[in-house]
Each structure stands twice: as C-alpha cells, then as structure tokens.
C-alpha cells in the first residue's frame, strides 16, 4: 500500500546565491526531481529594488538546471529585518510505500494565463479559487479545513503588458505598477478564502479589492512576481493519503503583538516533535495603532512599514519558537485580518 | 511613620513636542516637584542626527519651567521601530505617612565634571562607580542585590572638548566624537558593573572598555548626550524604606530571542499585579549569529544595526506582554552579555 | 522720497535650533520688526517623520517671541541630501529715504481660511490665486513678468479635519493626509499660475490637479504645513518702488540636468554682483527618464525620491554658482514642467 | 604599418541582469575577445550589502562564457544615485592597420597574488606599483603623464583569510572586514601614485595608509572585491602606438563643487568631439565642510555618506556635460585630494 511523503529541509544561507547547502543535500542522496517548492528569505529590502530576490531564483535556476530538473516553485521573499537569518525552507514529496496516516500533505497547480486585464478583479480572485481547488486535489485534501497555508505566486502588470491590454481595447485595474502588485496579492488571497469557503464569492466586487479588508484568508500568503503571467500555487496541509512525520497547523495573528494564538496553535501539534519551519506574513497595523498605541511604522520615511513589521513581528514569533530562520513576509493585503496574519507551523514529531 | 513613595504613568506622546499627557496628569493633581525623572520613547532614528530626542528635551524643560521646576533627569531614547510606540515614563517620589514595606525605589545622583580625557577609561569606571552608590544611598538601598537597574546619562567628547584638552596638553580616549559615544556609555556601565559587585573594579584596564565585553553589568542602560559634562544616574531597585504598591525586577537576555529569561522574570514579581514598565537594552549580537544562525544586522548599509535590534527585541518583549510601549534602547555596550541584555519589569500590585 | 528696500541673509546653521547666526544679527543691529520671511533649510529627511521643521520653527517662534514680534512668515523645507548646506534666509524690508529705482521686492499675504472640502480642489486655486494677487499689490508688482518666485505655505487634511468636514457633510478631495500635502502643493502652485496669466483659470478643472503636470507656474515653491489652516504668501520681484542692490530673476529648469538655463538666468542679472541666495524645486522626474536614460528615484524603496532629487538638483546647481547653502527644495507638482523646477537667483550689487 | 585601437561603448542597463544591450552589440559584429573590460554602475546602495554587483557579475560572466571568453576585466560599482543612469562601459582593443597617431589607449595587468598580511601595507603599494607600471607597458604608455585613470580592483580581508593568515603567524593590518575594504582601496591608490611618481615610495609607511589623505594618486579609482586575492588593473592614458578618434583627458576636483576644473579638462580636449565616457571618484569631505559650509553627509545615519557624495557630485557633473550615465564611483582614500577627486573624460573626435 502507498502513500505520499513530505519532507521540509530548513537551509541556511550565506548570500542570495549560495545554494551549497542544498546542493550538500542532494550529494547526499535527495532527490532532485523531489522538490516541489524552494521558499526562500533573502536579504534585500523585500520592497521594490530588492536583487537579492532576482539573484536567489537565479542560482537556483541555475542549481536545478544542472540537475536536469526544470518547473519548481520558487518563492523569494525579500528582508530579513531584525535578526531573521537568511534561508531556504525546501519542500519535496515523493511515493513511499506505507499506508496512509494523516500528514502533512503537498500540493501545487498553475491556473491559465490571467488576461492582463483581470489582474486585481473579480476574475482574478475566480481563476485563483480554481487553482487551489486544483491544488487541494493535488496534496490530495478534500476538506478546506484541512487547509493550513496556501502560498501563491501571482503577476503584476508592467508598463508594457498594460500597454499591450490598452492597445486591444481593455481596461487594466490599475496603471500604477507598484500598485499593481498589492491588487494582484490581494485577489490572490480573496481566491485562496474562496476556495476555502472562508468568503462567499458572491459577496466580492472588484471594488471591494485592496478596500475591504475585512475580506480575507486565514491562510493565504501570496506575492507578485515580473516573470510569470500565470499564478503558481502551493497548498500545504493534512491528508490522510498521506504518511511520514511531518504534521501543519496554523495560527490567526489578530495583531502583530498576537503571541498567545501562536502559542496556542503550537500547542495543538504534537509535544514530542521538532519545529520543522513556520510561514508567516506580517504588516503594519492600517490603523496605525496596536493595542489603542500608536506605532510609527507608516509614518516612517526612511524605513519601509513592510520592513518594520517583518523586524517586529520576526521577534515576537522568535520569542515564541526559538529560532531565527523563519519565513515571514510583508504585504498581507487580504491575508487574515488587518494587521494580523496566518502563521503556519511544520513540526516533525519525533520516532 | 514615614516612608517614600514611588509612583511611575506610562503617557503616550503623539509626537517628540507632545506633553499634553504629561500636563494633563500636572493638572490632575500630580505635584510637578515630585518628578525625578522622564524616560522618553521618541521617533527618530535613535542615531547622530536624531533631533526627535533634542526637541523632545525641550518641550519637557519648557514644561517644567513653566511649572517653576528644574534639574528633573530627562532620558531621550530615539527609535521606536517595528511597533514600538512614543511614550514618556514619568517616575515620582514623595514621602508618606506609612511604614516602609519593601517597594520600588528611585535614587538620583550627579557626578563631579568628568575631565575629557578621563572618558571611555578607568576614571570615568570609578567616578560613576562613585555616583551610583550614592544614587543607591539616595534610594536607601543598601544591598547591589537590591539593584534592579541603573539608568544613566552620559557625556561624549565634542571637536571643541577634544581640542581645549589637548591644549591643556592633555590626551583623549578618541578623537573620534562618534566613537567616544560608545567609549562613554561602556565606561558607565563598567562602572554600575563596579558599583554592584559585579566586576572587580581592579579587573578593568583602560584597554578594556569597549573590548572585552564578556566585562558587563546586568542592570546597566546608559545613553551618552551632548548636553552635560557629568553623569545623571537614576538607581530603581526595591527597598524596605519605601512604600506603596510598586515592584521591580529584572531579567538578563543572553540573546536577542531570550524570551524564557524575561517570562521567568515576570513570574518573580507578584502575580496580581498589572505591568507598570519595562525598560530593556538590545544590541545586535556582534558575533553575527543568534543561535548559530546568521543575522544581517551588521551587513545593513541601509538601516543601522541597533535600528533592528530595537525593532525585533520589541518585538520579542511585545510577545511576552502584550504592550508595545516598551522602553527598548540600543547600545549596549557592556550592558548585559553581548548580544543579550538587561529587562527591568515594574509592576503595579493590584490592592 | 522714500522707497521700500529690501534685505537678504544667509546664515549657517548647526543644527535645526542653532539660530545663533540670527540673534548675532539682531544684536548687530538689524531691526527685528523688519524680518518678513525665513527660510530655513534643514536637515530632516524632508519627508512625513522629518522633526527638524518642526524643530526649528519651535526655535524660531521663540527667537521672535523673545524679541516682541510675531507674525513673521518661517517656511522650514527638509532635507540637505548630498552637499546641501542647513542654513536660514532672512528677508527684511523697511522704508528708507531714497527714490525708487528697480529693485528686489518682497510682497507677504495671507488668504482667508481654506474650507477642507476646497482643499485640492478649483476654489483653492482661486483662492490662492487672490493672495498672490495681494501679496504683488503689498510688494508694489503690478506686471506679472516681474514676479520671479512666490513661496507658499499652504494647510494639509488631517484625520480630525476630514472627520469634522465630512461631520459637516462635506466630501474632502482625499482621504489620505498624505496624498493631502501633494493636492495642496499643486493646487497652491496653480494658484500662482493663475495670478501670473501661465494658467487661464477656465482651463482649471478639479480633477486636473495633480494629474495635468502640463499645467504649471514657472515661478511657485510651495509646501504644506500642518500648523496653518490659510495660506501664507511671499512673492519675490523686481519694482520701481523699491530701491537697493538687491535683484532678482528666475530660470525654469527643463529637467533635472538643465545647467544651461540656470546660467543664462545668472547672465541676465547684473555682472558686478554677490549671489545672495538661490531658491529652487527640484523633484524626480515623473518620466523615469532624464535626456532618454532611465534613472532609479522613483524605484528605489530606500531613499525616497525627493531626497534623491533634492542631492542630486542640489549638485548641479553647486557646479553653477560654486556654493552649498542653496534652497533646493522638493515635491513640485505643478512648478515648473515635469522633472524640472523654478530656481529663483538673488544677487546684490556691489556698491 | 599596424597600431592599437580602442573603441569605448556606454550601453544603458535596466537592471544588474540586462546585458541586452551588450549581446546586440555582439551580435551587431563587435568581436567579444576584444573586449578588455567592463566598468558597470549597478543600482544597489554600493555598501557592504550590495547584491546588485554580484548580480551584475554574474550575468557578464555567464554573457562572456556563452561566446566563449573569459578573464574580461569586469568592475562593478553599485550607487545610482540622484539621477545617475545604470550603465555598462565596455572598453575594448584591437590591431588595426593604420599608423600611430596619440590616441587612447587602454592597457590591463593582474598583480601575483597579495599575501593576506600585506594588504594595506607599504608590501601591497608596491605590490601594486609593479603591476601599474606593467599595465602601462601593454597600453604602450611610458611617459606617466600620459596616463589618465587607473582602475583597479584590489582584494579585501575576510574573517576566513584573516584566520588562515593568523594560523601561519601572520599579523594582519586589521580584523575589520569593512575597514579593510579602505585600507586595499588606499594603498592600491597609493601604488598608482608611486608608479606615477606622484608620490615618492619612500615616503609612504604603513601608518600612513588611510591617515595621510595628503598623499594621493590624481588618476587612481581603485574598488574592493571579495572575488579576488591579487590585483585587476586597468590603464587608461594616451599614446602614440594606437590610433583611432578617442581622447582622454582627466581634472581633478579640489572639493565636490569644483565644476571648474572639470570644464577646463574638457575644454583641453579637441572641441569637435562627442562625449564617450566619465569615471570619476566622489567621496563626502572628510573636514565636514565644502567651501567653508558644513555638510551632512557623515552625520547622516539614515544614508550612508558615500551615496549622498554619488548623488551630489553626480549631479555636478551631469550640469557638466548635460548626460546622466557618468561612472561615479565612492570610496575615494588617497584618490584624489581629501573631498576631491579624479575626473577622467573620454571623447570621440568627429571624423
């Protein structure tokens, strides 16, 4: 009897292009064609002139090309503000032969082109649902509450593909580019609340996108991207199809000082297990205050707020887990409530 | 019978000139005459040209003079990063008619003028030693152990102090002003370090300061200012000469992610009690890496390093309070272990 | 037969309360009471969370208030990026004995309160419109082609205006405090543009502003300030009811390389002649582009793009006139052509 | 009867991985092997964690390798502020059939290997005085006064180097990985001098390198890289064994405002010319002052001074020579005069 099998592998890295660590692990024996999904922490400014991004994808473009191995995700999040440590958090599944268990379970899918001109509209947030339905079926979970954390990479528009649209006769969301990317995040992440029946679709209006914040995924962590026109999608969660020592829950940061639900949500995994990686995603609270206090981070012109809230929210997780290298990413627009979060935890019980 | 009393408000400040808060509290009835001290959270840079801490000094000496008082010790603390919120703590004292019963305790003291080229070496070490225990005797606590954190406000050296002591042929520690900043605040720390017993003041050379840093204090937060030529040293620590419904204790992070030490602190104090302050010191940790994983602190040419420790130790401390106007001040050199540092935790019994 | 006559200073400043340099003046003998305007330069980062402004206005309000005068018009501009120099101009004007005879004016008004809901809207373009109208009659100008720089310090929104405005059941023209300061900054500017004929007020629409750079006046500076709710005024000219060396003219920089232009207008004043003070807007280029070369102001998420400018404006204009203590300031919209700005030269004859 | 050519090619970059513009050359016809070098001006901040150097290097590297040649010479110097352009310069060489006639010339030379314990030492002035001397031999240049730019990329010490250097009881000249990045710059300028009698070798001791800013190399730009142990060295001059339309001349600014020195170098040039290339060298003044006015640029701690220099004096030079991808280029210790620097021009007569 088979199943699938996960393994998370938590990396540490010297620079946006040193991939000797994971290289170790496949001259140990990892299989290459296992990797589904690179996750990576870079070291740039996370924000719009951050290379440290670019020049990750690329050493691993070029480390999976020399294994003759093309098509696996790579996510780069940029900035490790405050005492984040630079790493790459590798996901692979293969078949083994054990019966299923209830573990953790992997899925990915790429939806169709997105017309330039759906990007940040309702169609957008309809092709991404279908997506992580795809998705769901892929990691082999059929209940969305089984869903604990959906990672999308998602377009943006550029002066040219806006210019491209307009030439055939459409109207794109937006001709600001920058803010292109916060509308593409965030239809990606009102698709994953779709999908997982967290929102009702009927209730999403293209105007309600990037304004209705109280619209959102408690798993969704999503982010724009110049080089695909498509979305790529990773469904992590629990699957009875699935074997291994490898378990996910998540918590909801109501607020980026929300320690308690994290601890909480650790508390649900297994005692007898090591933490294998946590997934989070951070933002400057939109009203300014935390708690009835007033933050600066939005009123700050020397430092992104994208940067403060990593540095901040990177110490309130460390203090809770211990460590250093964990993945936490600005730009929640729709990813769980304003100013709070998803955080997924990967625990690896012990055998 | 009489006693002292302590009483120490947390106000919120809308901006470095905003003492609205603090009148409010003078108009509710708060004698002015009773107020040692302001600790102050403001929004700059924490850095060379951090003005929010010079015009924040400002708007409290006009304020006390406009209420005909002076000489109050007034401590800016620049940068609030992550979601560090601007705050005064105003500490006061005053005698009552009630038996002593082993409460929290401020002593003030000042030094004698330091004599430039005595800065950032073992003279400087011993005169602070000096003020500290007088700030010690001032607060009526006889026992280091008592000692729960030594504030102090220190000088730097400026082109004109440098150059009238070298006229008078003397030599200075540095003839670098930034430079001398650090030399400044580590001497004082050595000094509080002396004062309590926890270094033997024969172990300190004048090669020593700002080098050997396994040399600390537990309980030292000094910060250097160009506005006087001596020492203010405020002394908060517990002592049976005073009364009245506040506590103090403090941890000792060993690393930026201690939070155990500081929960364990908080567990010491009294358990039906609602949190006053915390005051903290945080430093990148020079060796580069936090529980063996690398950090980009030091590498940031774009944001500096005690930007990032204040805004991830915030965050750390704002995890295990709950509260985000945390007292969390960069520089710690010989302040706590390097990389770690000092956590005071005032406490307000509930009666 | 008596002539107006005016006076300009350039006083070095270090630090944003060192007002030394102007209390020296005093002392020397200049007449308070005949100070018309300040401008100060200093060294913030010019943009939201910059408390040097705020700084040195609290330094010089009580500089005046110390000596008797209030009123004085003080427009403080951040940021002296690169080589920039923080200094104050001092503008004085009295009444002397002496004809008329062409020569630097200095007018000042102050329009009547800006309702919120006007506020980047028409009706604050002829409103300001009517002040500069106002400050040319008070400056003795009656053609506009003798007006070569009007600086203007207009309001904001803030969240306590716009909640009062919309409790009123008026609609304000942004939301976002922020996006306010720009609104009112271009429709100040267009104001300007209005009095001095560059605009037919007809071709003014409310959605034009801000969004129209094609529309601009060659001669306004203006910046928000949250301490006014009117509109403070200064218009710089030439007049035959003015007498003394004083003079005055203006180039539009094309773009942000335009030496040429710089140098011709410095041609046109008069040979035997000391710079007395130079005034100009310098911003990004809202192209991406200067002379067909992509530059990375606008895309860089580390230094916003007005400290770019500013720096950079700021070394073309030091490479002309072979000092530092320029008034280069940012956030153009609507003065001078896109990319470019006005830059006002003030010479004083020699004698 | 044969000679040398050089030919200089300026190709715009829209990011550190567009080397578009250099494959349409060679696919235009430009033979890769003669190119000599490239100098590149990346977008990154030019600090310690400038990932857009490496990027850039990387994809010239991977651009070279694909045509099959390798050992090009490549510089890249990260800092594209104010409106400077992202560019490639690309320097190439040939033998062509036509006689001498005094034209640029280009010549290039590596030095052995530097021992860890002499950089930033008298050994590694000499070390580099050789390989300059060598440099000027392949460019044909014998007459020092011919020479107009050196470039070279020195090594620096890392914490790994400087261990094995330890290990074999080697002292090293600091343990200061940043610092030593200065002291390779500063005695490899240094080393320019010496070769080009600017300074006499016997006057340089190992103190004085990063002290004595009085001695200096009036054509030295010299820039560290982690990638190397010896010496990459490139001569620009003129010479009468190439041929061909390019010039080259250099000035020398005295300060950052010193335009003029910069004018007359290009007025010495022939008149009916068009601009090829500028390299040139900025640095913030060390004294804190241009021209008598204090800067801000070392005290600033939210931008590193070596930007605001690249801002500023870029901004001088593009009022200059009216284009804005100018090679400026920060770290300028013994370069130049203190605050200084060397300017080089290249220009391409009309034929």
Redesign the interface.
């Known amino acids: 009897m088979s199943s699938l099998r996960a393994h998370v592998y938590r990396i540490?890295a010297?620079?946006?292009?040193d991939v000797a660590g994971v290289e170790a692990l496949f001259a140990g024996g990892l299989a290459v064609k296992n990797v589904v999904a690179v996750l990576g922490k870079t070291?740039?400014?996370g924000?719009?002139?951050?290379?440290?991004r670019?020049?990750a994808t690329?050493s691993f473009e070029d480390l999976f090309h020399r294994h003759g191995v093309d098509g696996v995700s790579t996510v780069m999040s940029g900035g490790?503000?405050?005492?984040?440590?630079?790493?790459w958090t590798i996901f692979t599944r293969e078949t083994v032969e054990a019966p299923g268990e209830r573990a953790l379970a992997i899925g990915a899918s790429r939806t169709p082109v997105l017309p330039t001109h759906h990007l940040g509209r309702r169609q957008q947030v309809l092709l991404v649902a279908d997506g992580v339905r795809m998705a769901m079926r892929d990691a082999g979970i059929d209940d969305p509450a089984d869903v604990h954390f959906v990672q999308i990479k998602c377009p943006l528009l550029t002066s040219r593909r806006i210019s491209e649209a307009e030439a055939a006769g459409a109207t794109v969301a937006t001709r600001d580019t920058l803010k292109s990317m916060g509308l593409s995040r965030g239809a990606s992440a009102l698709g994953v609340a779709v999908a997982l029946g967290e929102v009702d679709e009927a209730e999403i209006a293209d105007a309600d996108i990037g304004i209705r914040f109280d619209l959102f995924s408690n798993c969704a962590s999503t982010s724009a991207g110049v080089e695909l026109i498509d979305h790529e999608i990773i469904v992590l969660g629990m699957s009875s199809q699935w074997s291994g020592p490898f378990a996910i829950d998540h918590a909801v940061m109501e607020n980026?000082?929300d320690?308690?639900s994290v601890r909480r949500a650790r508390e649900r995994l297994p005692e007898n297990s090591r933490l294998a990686a946590v997934l989070a995603k951070a933002e400057?609270?939109p009203s300014g205050k935390?708690?009835g206090?007033?933050?600066?981070?939005l009123?700050?012109?020397?430092?992104?707020g994208t940067?403060?809230?990593r540095?901040?929210?990177?110490?309130?997780?460390?203090?809770?887990f211990?460590?250093?290298?964990l993945y936490v990413s600005g730009g929640a627009e729709h990813q769980g409530p304003p100013g709070g979060g998803p955080v997924a935890i990967i625990v690896e019980k012990e055998t």
């Open positions: 540490p010297d620079g946006p292009d070291e740039g400014n924000c719009v002139n951050d290379f440290s670019g020049y690329r490790t503000e405050g005492a984040l440590s630079p790493h980026a000082i320690a308690h400057p609270d935390i708690g206090k007033r933050h600066t981070m009123d700050d012109s020397d430092i992104s940067r403060h809230a540095a901040f929210v990177g110490g309130v997780l460390a203090g809770v211990g460590i250093t290298d």
